[in-house]
């Protein structure tokens, strides 16, 4: 063997050795202190894995994204309530009044049914607020709560200025409400529900043209499928967008 080849033997043997005392350290250090690359990779896809948004439209108003507006009430319990004990939850918004003779009875019926179908979450919730605040005060609220079975503790039946609810209703969400003496029970409300995400975002599913259907219908029974006036039911389609939004 020449002198050549040997003298390349020995310069990559030298560099085997410059490599091992400079870079073996490190690498032992960082697998001490659990810093590896495959660890790395696999935080990373955790992290967007949790943070992964569903297929659920955003509720957008000149295109910005909707909020839930701030609010501030008194729920069943006698406790203030804001929209920050709603963050990191996923809820649903009603508005109704316990002495309702129509529709709100089957709005919670069917809230109910959306309870007890997640009642191992403690990230979902419920926000009814009363249209009739004047009478319903949080005794009244927690009697009605009881009757119905009201078992979620991130489930307020809130009560407070009127005005302030009727303009979170109207403005804030949309939903229809207003005083009306000709009208059973004397008020009128939409008797829809709003879906809002962990970040307080009102969300929905498209329809079949791709437009966010914006809200759920609430009277009509997962049961019932359609009522006597042709419209379909909408629980179904609720429970199972709830679903998406509390896997994101």
């Known amino acids: 063997m020449s002198k050549k080849t040997n003298y390349s033997y020995i310069g990559i043997a030298f560099i085997i ?39 659920l439209a955003f509720i957008e108003i000149n295109g910005v994204p ?3 507006p701030a609010f ?28 309702c003779p129509t529709i709100c009875p089957r709005m ?3 809230l109910i049914q959306i309870q007890n179908t997640f009642k191992d979450f403690n990230d979902f919730g419920v926000a009814s607020f009363t249209i009739n605040p004047d009478y319903d005060t949080p005794e009244i609220l927690k009697a009605y709560a009881d009757s119905y079975g009201v078992t979620n503790p991130n ?12 303009k979170l209703s109207n403005e804030g969400f949309n939903l229809y409400t207003a005083e009306e003496a000709e009208a059973e029970g004397g008020f009128e409300h ?9 970040n307080g975002y ?4 498209k329809d079949t043209f791709g437009n966010p259907i914006i809200y759920y219908r609430g009277i009509v029974s997962e049961a019932e499928q ?9 629980i179904s389609a609720l429970k199972e967008d709830i679903e998406k939004l509390l896997n994101e």
Do not use: C
């Open 17 to 55: 050795l410059v490599f091992g005392i400079i870079f073996i350290p490190k690498i032992v250090d960082r697998i001490s202190n659990k810093d590896i690359i495959r660890n790395e990779s696999r935080s990373d896809f955790a992290d967007d894995k949790k943070f992964k948004v569903s297929d």
């Open 66 to 68: 909707k909020k839930v």
């Open 72 to 99: 501030s009430f008194i729920n069943q319990e006698g406790k203030i309530i804001t929209n920050k004990d709603y963050e990191g939850k996923v809820y649903v918004i009603e508005f109704f009044f316990t002495t």
């Open 108 to 110: 919670n019926a069917n």
């Open 155 to 166: 489930w307020h039946l809130m009560t407070g200025d009127k005005e302030t609810i009727y």
């Open 190 to 198: 939409s008797g829809n529900f709003a879906l809002i995400d962990k």
């Open 202 to 205: 009102i969300r929905s599913r």
């Open 226 to 234: 359609i009522d006597d006036d042709g419209v379909e039911e909408e």
